[in-house]
Antibody, heavy 116, light 110 residues
Framework: EVQLVESGGGLVQPGGSLRLSCAASGFTFSNYWMNWVRQAPGKGLEWVSR????????GYADSVKGRITVSRDNAKNMLFLQMSSLRGEDTAVYFCASGGGAFDYWGQGTLVTVSS | QSALTQPPSASGSPGQSVTISCTGTSSDVGGYIYVSWYQQYPGKAPKLMIY???RRPSGVPDRFSGSKSGNTASLTVSGLQAEDEADYYC??????????FGTGTKVTVL
């Protein structure tokens, strides 16, 4: 069974940093593109970032470019999102999702709250 | 990276059909086959319903279908059932290794 489990969310002050993790199991993680998608409270989905199976190709949404770094550890089946210079508008549930052209599997998300 | 445009809401009675549009530009929806649709219940993770414009993953009922014409993609739910009441989002590849979601549509089964 495919499982994606996010962790690392929490309360952080504006300007602070946070590292999110996504643990994958049940599929050959090293063969798949992976993505981060977020959803602010009561709002729609927003694509954040993607990383190719071998980490060689990465993309970011304009809204987070320069403040967020995506990475992965294929040996440990882990996906990461390093976030810095956080703002109130970054408050959201952050989902990891597998897939290149479409997002087949999703985790349940981890909540990031940016507030003083 | 402007969000794709979806109607905020759509509704239909059980057994009827509802179609949701997703309008973008030639730089996203109109330029690629990588348009997909997701169903999301409140407090839950999204679920893939349609990928590559019109392909249905295993396990998704054939009541769900997708299409595209120019810069507008569409999701049709035929034979509406109570369990279809949810939020629906489209997403398209937008070039330069980026994606863009639609604004989302709340489907109500009357």
């Amino acid at each position: 069974e495919v499982q994606l489990v996010e962790s690392g969310g929490g309360l952080v002050q504006p300007g602070g940093s946070l590292r999110l993790s996504c643990a994958a199991s049940g599929f050959t993680f090293s063969n798949y593109w992976m993505n981060w998608v977020r959803q602010a409270p009561g709002k729609g989905l927003e694509w954040v970032s993607r990383i190719k199976s071998d980490g060689s190709n990465i993309g970011y949404a304009d809204s987070v470019k320069g403040r967020i770094t995506v990475s992965r550890d294929n040996a440990k089946n882990m996906l990461f999102l390093q976030m810095s210079s956080l703002r109130g508008e970054d408050t959201a549930v952050y989902f990891c999702a597998s897939g290149g052209g479409a997002f087949d599997y999703w985790g349940q998300g981890t909540l990031v709250t940016v507030s003083s | 990276q402007s969000a794709l445009t979806q109607p905020p809401s759509a509704s239909g009675s059980p057994g009827q059909s509802v179609t949701i549009s997703c309008t973008g530009t030639s730089s996203d929806v109109g330029g690629y086959i990588y348009v997909s649709w997701y169903q999301q219940y409140p407090g839950k993770a999204p679920k893939l319903m349609i990928y590559e414009v019109s392909r249905r993953p295993s396990g998704v009922p054939d009541r769900f279908s997708g299409s595209k014409s120019g810069n507008t993609a569409s999701l049709t739910v035929s034979g509406l059932q109570a369990e279809d009441e949810a939020d629906y989002y489209c997403i398209s590849y937008a070039g330069s290794n980026t994606f863009v979601f639609g604004t989302g549509t709340k489907v109500t089964v009357l």
